[in-house]
């Protein structure tokens, strides 16, 4: 079973300012994949990026990017340029390799500030 | 292309009541995952199926919640005998097992209120 801390209930940033939101997960697996969902107001979630943790590198996606430092547990999302579509609430979810269960955080609720 | 879309989108029941949900997935996907999710918290797994079996119940899961899907293709998920704290967004979410990391596309969800 894995646990899933999102530290950071909201963030706010300025428009075009770069912010960073944090997930820590504590897992007894060696494979495993890491992802952040986008969950916008009223809307239906989706995928924004995604680790597989075998992968010293971490990935990019356009404006969002991660740092996934597996000995620690973490694994945090950085929006650079904010857009203010990118207001929403961000979950953290872990999924060990071969099972098919997402197991989220509590989410953290970001505020863009035109 | 349509995505994910469930059915209702809003439910109001009385306690005790029966409820069912509709999920229909993605049309070329064979997997279809069940969540819950409260106010405030993330979603929480509920349950899944390989096209028409179900694979994996979670213990949220109670004996009130059952979930089908005949033929693999739409599931549905009925409540009986339902209780206020069954009071939730319910999201249906479906994948394709093309690549390894599996991504699980999401519907809009079904949110259901229990007076």
């Known amino acids: 079973a894995q646990t899933v801390t999102q530290s950071q209930p909201e963030m706010s940033v300025q428009e075009a300012e770069t912010v960073t939101l944090s997930c820590t997960y504590d897992t007894s697996e060696s494979d495993y994949y890491l992802f952040w969902y986008k969950q916008p107001p009223s809307r239906q979630m989706i995928l924004v990026i995604r680790?597989?943790?075998?992968?010293?590198q971490n990935a990019t996606e356009n404006r969002f990017s991660v740092n996934f430092q597996k000995a620690a547990k973490s694994f945090s999302l950085k929006i650079s340029d904010s857009q203010l579509g990118d207001a929403a609430m961000y979950f953290c979810a872990p999924r060990d390799f071969g099972n098919e269960k997402l197991t989220f955080g509590t989410g953290t609720r970001l505020t863009i500030i035109p | 292309d349509t995505g994910v879309s469930q059915n209702p989108r809003h439910k109001i029941t009385k306690r005790g009541q029966n409820v069912t949900f509709r999920c229909d997935p993605i049309?070329?996907?064979?997997?279809l995952y069940w969540y819950r999710q409260t106010l405030g918290q993330g979603p929480e797994f509920l349950t899944y199926f390989q096209n028409e079996a179900q694979l994996e119940k979670s213990r949220l899961l109670s004996d009130r919640f059952s979930a089908e899907r005949p033929k693999g293709s739409f599931s549905t998920l009925e409540i009986q005998r339902t209780e206020q704290g069954d009071s939730a967004m319910y999201l249906c979410a479906s994948s394709y097992r093309a690549y390894s990391y599996n991504e699980q596309f999401f519907g809009p969800g079904t949110r259901l209120t229990v007076l």
């Open positions: 049309s070329e996907h064979n997997r």
């Open positions: 680790q597989e943790a075998y992968k010293q």
